[in-house]
Structure formats: structure tokens, C-alpha cells
């Protein structure tokens, strides 16, 4: 298909496969996927806002709004044990994703995972910014308040990386979800407290997610000393500069990450870590359009230009994306178990579209 028609079927396919409610599904044929995250659904959200679809954008931040309007009892105990340092068991946290109509996911599944707190409340701000409806501060504001609570008072907590991986570690990708929320909220709402603590995330990132002058992938406490986890990078590390702007696209950290990335992870599309073995760790549109935009904003346009065909490449008949392909597989010898255990990779994955819908806009 040309790009203009894979635009246009983006768009439908995630118009189609939001639920009536406004949530979007993260993948319409993969059972595992048949939930909505805060995390995926905001950026899905986001990419609408950009093409135009506010409408769309504006219906999924009511499904947030109705989802946590009713959690202020929860978080108030959450809030109640941390203040004084009681035990909390992973399980009492929020979940990461809810059932489409807004109820609780109660599977197993790694459900403490706070990138989706941060990004709902940054992507909400960019609605704004772009409909100039400042009416749903006030009729979201019982949601919204719990987030910023919650994100305040926990954001420096283990928890599982937006990958639904690696509980016991701090991710500098999810601090820099909830940076991009407190940011963008204290500056729309002229709040020095938000503004102040996001500055507090944006150098504890600089201070000890750093190692030989690029990003880590993951860093952790011992002996009252942060220091890295995983000393390798992992391509959502891009997230830090674009779009939550903890460092920009040309800081050398920044530079020397992206070069690591390429040098690690990049074949014609981007993996997501050195050690990734879901579905053998192949290659994801979603990151590979993350790389496009990052060298869109680095003057790098035919390098952008090239990641946008690539992705616009492993388009179905019907213009559908996957999550990812297995051209180059880093463990080929797993693939197979998990086709076994789930079948093929999702696909079609809303978030591979509303990617490339950004990347595209950016483009154009």
C-alpha cells in the first residue's frame, strides 16, 4: 500500500477497535493483549491527536478518567502504609492495565508498573494544549489529583519496566513517564510543587542512570547506593528525549545512547534489548518509528525517511501492522515455544499504527 493509504487505514483500525467505553484495545486477535493500558492507549491517543482525531483522543482520556475516578480509597491506603513505612505487597499498587469496560484486570500479570500514571497524565496535557479544551482539568480533576499522589509519592519504586519485565529495578524509561506528566501538568497549571519534583526525577536520571556517558537500561539500590542493573541500553530509552524532553535528542548522553542502540540493536528495524526473548526478541515497528522521529529531530531525514518504509514494508494486505517481525531474531531458537504457547505475535498491534502515524505526521 502507499503511505498516504496505510495512514488512512491506521486511523480506521484504531477507530474500529476502540471499545465504546473509549478504551483501545491493545490488540484485537491476541487474547493476552485484549485489555487496554494506560501506557500504549495514551500514546495510541496521542498519535489521534496529532492526525486530527481529537475526538478519539478525548473519549479515551474519559475511559482513564471513569476507570480511576473511584480509586482514591485505595490510593489513600497506599499512601497511608507508605507514610508509614508499612510493607505493601505489590498486588495492592494499581494495575497497569483494565478490561476495556473500565474494570479491574484481575489475571496474573505483573500489575505494579507506573509508566502508564505518568503518561496518561503528560498525554492529557498534550490534548489540551492541542484542542484548547481546559474544561476537562476540572471534570477530570478527582483522577487526575490520585495520579499525581500516586506518582508522587511512589515514583521511585521498584517496579515492573514497560515491558511488564524486571520488577525489583528502577527504569529511567518509566521515570521519564512520570516526569513528562508532573512537567506538563505543573507548567499548564502553573504548579511549582509538580514542576519541582519532576526536576527531582530529571536529576536523579542524570545523576545515576548514566554510565560511560549514555543511559542504562535499568538501575536499582544497594547499600543506599543507586547505581545501574542492567548496564546495557534498551531502545524505550529514546522516550527520554522524545516526547517527555528529560534530556534533548542532541544531548551527547542522548547521542551516545541512540549510537548504542544502533550499534546493538538496529538491523532494518529496531529490537528492544540485548537480552530479549519474547517471540526470540525480534523487531519492533512501534521503536523503529521512535528511531525515525528521533533522527527527524536530529536533521537525519533520509535516515527517518528510511525507517518510515521500513515499517510502511511489513504492512499485511490489509494494511495491518504486527508488533514485531522476525527478520533478525536474537534467540531464533525460542520463537517456536512461543508460537506454541500463543501463537503468532500480535498483530494487529494499535500501537505499531499510532507510531507510525507519528512518524508519518512528523514527516509531512
Given at each position: ?37 494506560l ?49 505493601i ?28 500514571y ?13 484542542t ?7 471534570e ?5 489529583e ?67 556517558g ?35 535528542p ?32 525480534g ?15 536530529l ?23 504486527p508488533e ?25 498491534l ?8 507519528v ?6
Amino acid at each position: 500500500m502507499e503511505l498516504e493509504q496505510l495512514v488512512n487505514v491506521s486511523k480506521e483500525i484504531i477507530k474500529l477497535n476502540q471499545h465504546p467505553s473509549g478504551g483501545y484495545v491493545a490488540s484485537p486477535l491476541f487474547p493476552p493483549y485484549s485489555y487496554s493500558w494506560l501506557r500504549d492507549g495514551t500514546f495510541i491517543a496521542n498519535a489521534m491527536d496529532r492526525v486530527g482525531e481529537t475526538k478519539s483522543a478525548e473519549q479515551f482520556y474519559r475511559w482513564v478518567y471513569r476507570v480511576l475516578k473511584d480509586k482514591r480509597p485505595r490510593v489513600s491506603e497506599l499512601l497511608r502504609k507508605h507514610e508509614n513505612r508499612e510493607w505493601i505487597d505489590r498486588s495492592e499498587f494499581l494495575g497497569t492495565r483494565y478490561q476495556l469496560d473500565g474494570r479491574d484486570d484481575h489475571s496474573e500479570w505483573g500489575h505494579f508498573q507506573l509508566d502508564g500514571y505518568g503518561t496518561w497524565i503528560w498525554g492529557l496535557a498534550e490534548h489540551i494544549r492541542i484542542t484548547g479544551d481546559s474544561s476537562l482539568l476540572e471534570e477530570f480533576r478527582e483522577s487526575i489529583e490520585l495520579t499525581v499522589d500516586y506518582i508522587m509519592a511512589f515514583w521511585h519504586y521498584p517496579n515492573f519496566d514497560c515491558w511488564e519485565e524486571y520488577p525489583d529495578y528502577v527504569h529511567p524509561a518509566t521515570l521519564a513517564c512520570l516526569y513528562g506528566g508532573l512537567k506538563a501538568l505543573g507548567e499548564l497549571e502553573a504548579r511549582p510543587d509538580l514542576i519541582e519534583r519532576a526536576e527531582l526525577i530529571q536529576h536523579f536520571i542524570h545523576t545515576h542512570a548514566v554510565h560511560e556517558g549514555r543511559f542504562v537500561k535499568s538501575i536499582h539500590c544497594i547499600n543506599e547506593v543507586w547505581q545501574p542493573a542492567h548496564y546495557g541500553v534498551d531502545a524505550s530509552l529514546m522516550w527520554l528525549a522524545l516526547p517527555f524532553g528529560v534530556c534533548e535528542p542532541n544531548d551527547p548522553r542522548m547521542l551516545r545512547t541512540v549510537q548504542t542502540i544502533e550499534e546493538e540493536l538496529k538491523h532494518g528495524g529496531i529490537q528492544r534489548y540485548m537480552e530479549d526473548t519474547y517471540y526470540g526478541g525480534g523487531e519492533w515497528l512501534l521503536l523503529t518509528a521512535w528511531y525515525g522521529w528521533m533522527q527527524a529531530e536530529l536533521g537525519n531525514q533520509a535516515e527517518a525517511e528510511r525507517s518510515l518504509a521500513w515499517i510502511a514494508s511489513k504492512a499485511d494486505d490489509l494494511g495491518r501492522f504486527p508488533e514485531q517481525v522476525d527478520d533478525h531474531l536474537r534467540e531464533p531458537d525460542v520463537y517456536a515455544e512461543w508460537i506454541a504457547r500463543h501463537g503468532q505475535p500480535a498483530h494487529p498491534l494499535l500501537w505499531s499504527h499510532a507510531m507510525f502515524l507519528v512518524l508519518s505526521d512528523r514527516l509531512s
